[in-house]
């Protein structure tokens, strides 16, 4: 795999793309590029055919271990990888270790494993066991194994080994990649981890210098599922802005999890080039439609409704929403709906609009958000599939706008026009 850095902005957001991957060598990818979320190698309520009916275009589809760790064994029985296993083959596939839009329960990593919460229960794995994994998933890229259990609360303690041991894991995978006859040539992403303590994450840059990865993963700032969307920017800042300087410049910045637009048009404009399309499967597992400002384009139309006022975050139980694994772990999150609308909501019961005015999803052509509030009230299965249409087609519109944007020199704009969409909806 092939990273060019194209331009810098002022910002030091930055335009580039990935290329010259192994198994399809024309494929060109831009950078700021949005990763489509799967589970269990499948894009959520999303069929082969309704995924091309968002798009054509060219994708890395995120493909979580923990979805598919049970798996792997019919995996390897099949010999051609995960890619062709589960019928995707014309996209390239990216395997992360954890499952960003599932909240992973802390305190569960032990000296020389960590644990995957799988439907299964929790299956502890090692360097080892995860690069026999690998092998047989045969991704185009995948991830390190890491221990990214921090977050804004993490003791000294916590953080300094969960440093150590992200470096001692980096180390046994890159040997053993080495090693491996299958995954030689496949890019590794390494993590660099430290939680909210600058000192350790330049300590963990430092220890990791010495290998030969394709890039790098920024972890241990959440847990996973919703907590990624409650970052708060001002404590993010100053730790990524060091971080990101100590990494090279020709080697892609991925930042995994769910967080709002707002926070990843930061992430976006200090030099982050990779995230992954959690967010707007969160929102559709809700029964949620996007409705923020995707775009400048003056060809779109703005959006001069009045929505229902969002002034609160409301509280939900991990496990509820999401269908994932509950365990004595399990506690109340906060979800912000701002950036949305939701379909269960009343006011939509003889809404004959579609969910935005001006889009072109093929929920939006053919469909009301008066027949899309029928579906989710009644918990038909069609709800979350036209809801998760419309919204990663609202969310892979954004990225194209992202990168317009900061070729145009105009990302604070598009910013900004986000922040006022907010403001407006806080009111």
Avoid at 79 to 84: S, W
Avoid at 85 to 108: C, H, M, R, W
Avoid at 369 to 375: A, E, G, I, K
Avoid at 392 to 413: K, T
Wanted: charged content about 25%; aromatic content about 8%.
């Amino acid at each position: 795999m092939k990273f060019t850095v194209s331009s810098v902005a002022k910002s030091t957001a930055r335009l580039g793309s990935l290329s010259e991957f192994t198994r399809i060598p024309d494929a060109v990818l831009e950078t700021p590029l949005l990763l489509l979320h799967t589970r269990g190698a499948s894009v959520p309520h999303l069929s082969y055919d309704l995924l091309q009916m968002v798009s054509t275009e060219s994708h890395i589809l995120q493909m979580p271990l923990v979805t598919l760790v049970e798996h792997t064994k019919n995996v390897k029985t099949f010999g051609k990888g995960i890619a062709e296993f589960a019928g995707l083959k014309e996209y390239l596939n990216y395997v992360p270790v954890q499952d960003s839009g599932t909240t992973t329960p802390e305190g569960y990593h032990e000296k020389n494993s960590i644990s995957l919460w799988t439907r299964g229960g929790r299956k502890l794995i090692d360097p080892q066991t995860y690069i026999t994994c690998i092998e047989a998933l045969k991704p185009d890229m995948f991830q390190a194994i890491f221990d990214g259990d921090t977050t804004s609360n993490s003791s000294m303690k916590r953080v300094k080994r969960s440093v150590d041991d992200t470096v001692k894991f980096a180390g046994i995978c890159a040997n053993l990649k080495e090693k491996s006859e299958a995954l030689k040539d496949t890019p590794m992403l390494a993590c660099i981890t430290g939680g909210y303590n600058i000192k350790e994450r330049l300590r963990c840059i430092t220890e990791l210098k010495g290998l030969n990865v394709a890039g790098y993963v920024l972890e241990g700032f959440h847990t996973n599922g919703e907590s990624a969307t409650n970052l708060i920017w001002e404590d993010l800042e100053p730790v990524l802005t060091e971080t990101l300087e100590s990494l090279p410049d020709n080697r892609p910045r991925t930042f995994h999890g769910p967080v709002t637009p707002i926070v990843l048009l930061k992430l976006v404009s200090i030099g982050i080039d990779i995230f992954d399309a959690t967010f707007p499967w969160l929102v559709a597992e809700r029964a949620g439609a996007l409705v923020f400002p995707n775009s400048l384009l003056k060809g779109n139309a703005p959006i001069t409704e009045t929505l229902p006022s969002v002034k609160f975050p409301i509280q939900i139980k991990l496990g509820e929403k999401d269908g994932s694994l509950e365990n004595e772990n399990s506690k109340d999150e906060l979800v912000d709906r701002v950036f949305e609308i939701n379909l269960k909501d009343k006011l939509y019961f003889n809404d004959t609009r579609p969910l935005v005015e001006g889009c072109s999803c093929y929920c939006c052509r053919k469909y009301s958000r008066s027949y899309v509030h029928h579906l989710s009230t009644t918990s038909e299965l069609q709800g979350p599939i036209l809801l998760m249409m419309h919204n990663l087609h609202h969310y892979i519109n954004f990225f194209r706008s992202i990168r317009l944007a900061i070729r145009q020199d105009q990302l604070q704009d598009l910013h900004s026009t986000l922040e006022q969409f907010v403001t407006s909806r806080r009111s």
